[in-house]
């Protein structure tokens, strides 16, 4: 019998800047240890980051962006309600 488990996953895009302003509030109010470890990240925050780089033909230069990926509707709701200035 295979079990199918379905999770949420919600990815918010955003610049650099937008990151560490994000990244710098969050290190205000948490121990460095929940930036720094993934698997804390995910457990109190509720999202893991990861960086991305596009290649954008238009601009003819690499984009570099950073997603968060949710692993929690609450989390991701609350995410957006305190940062949504950043967005």
């Not at 033909?57 to 949710?70: K, P, S, T």
């Amino acid at each position: 019998m295979v079990y199918i488990t379905v999770e949420f996953v919600r990815t918010v895009k955003l610049s650099q800047d937008a990151w560490l302003k994000i990244y710098n509030d969050i290190a205000r109010t948490h121990p460095h240890s929940v930036l720094l470890v993934r698997s804390k990240m995910r457990k109190v925050l509720g999202f893991t980051s990861r960086t991305h780089s596009e290649w954008s033909a238009w601009a003819g230069m690499r984009i570099e962006q950073i997603h968060l990926d949710f692993f929690s509707e609450t989390k991701y709701t609350m995410f957006l309600l305190k940062y949504s200035e950043y967005l």
